[in-house]
């Protein structure tokens, strides 16, 4: 079945520094992409989903790169803040009608003032 | 702000013991999702329906977990009898249906299986 691989685990930035999270999946079928951010004692919150095409999206303070050809996603946080500390999920759905998403083990970033 | 709603959002179960949780979906979403993150932070799906009925279940759902989606009421996720494994976040989302529905997430019920 589909595997999802997200790196880093862990990762610690200074405010205002850039922040790279990426996923590799493996299933060719997969073909819509989410992101989500966990603060603690909260909900997953829906940062960005991404379509079957090379594509780039923006959001508040992020980018999001989908590159279906090396089957990689990756979301950048372009100048960090403290408020952007938390965890981060990347997730997959593939073909099929059970519309189940495949998660990534997530990253847990920590920003420093 | 998710509409997902779950209960309780901390359960203590002795080992054997039964432990019961319960999920109102966003209103119009028939999808309804459980999930298990583990400390991990691993997700584990457990089960899924569509409208009452069954769309896919793991091995592990289908002998100590029992859920049901029945209409005009909450869904619910049900271990028969605990283990100290099933400790853990219980997460259920909702979705419309459709290949590129997003998928909403509750607060989770925190299990803690003692």
């Known amino acids: 079945g589909e595997q999802v691989e997200q790196r880093p685990p862990h990762l610690s930035v200074r405010e205002g520094d850039s922040a790279v999270i990426t996923c590799t999946y493996t299933?060719?079928?997969?073909?819509?992409f989410f992101w989500y951010k966990q603060e603690p004692g909260a909900s997953l919150q829906l940062l960005m989903k991404?379509?079957?095409?090379?594509e780039i999206n923006e959001g508040q303070g992020f980018t999001v790169l989908l590159n279906k050809k090396d089957k990689r996603l990756s979301l950048n946080l372009t100048a960090a803040h403290p408020g952007d500390s938390a965890a981060y999920f990347c997730?997959?759905?593939?073909?099929?009608?059970?519309?189940?998403?495949?998660f990534g083990l997530g990253t847990t970033l920590q920003v420093q003032p | 702000n998710s509409k997902v709603i779950q209960t309780p959002r901390y359960l203590v179960k002795g080992q054997g013991q039964k432990a019961k949780m319960r999920c109102i979906p966003e209103?119009?979403?028939?999808?309804v999702f459980w999930y298990q993150q583990n400390k991990n932070n691993e997700f584990k799906f457990l089960i899924n329906?569509?409208?009452?009925?069954?769309?896919?279940q793991i091995d592990m759902t289908e002998k100590r977990f029992s859920a049901e989606c029945p209409s005009n009421s909450p869904c619910s996720l049900e271990i028969q009898s605990s283990e100290a494994g099933d400790s853990a976040l219980y997460l259920c989302?909702?979705?419309?249906?459709?290949?590129?529905?997003?998928?909403?997430f509750g607060k989770g019920t925190r299990l803690t299986v003692v």
């Open positions: 299933d060719p079928n997969s073909y819509y």
């Open positions: 329906f569509q409208n009452q009925e069954v769309l896919q």
């Open positions: 989302a909702s979705s419309l249906t459709g290949g590129t529905t997003e998928v909403f």
């Open positions: 209103k119009g979403h028939p999808v």
């Open positions: 997730a997959v759905r593939i073909t099929g009608n059970t519309r189940k998403l495949i």
């Open positions: 991404v379509f079957s095409s090379t």
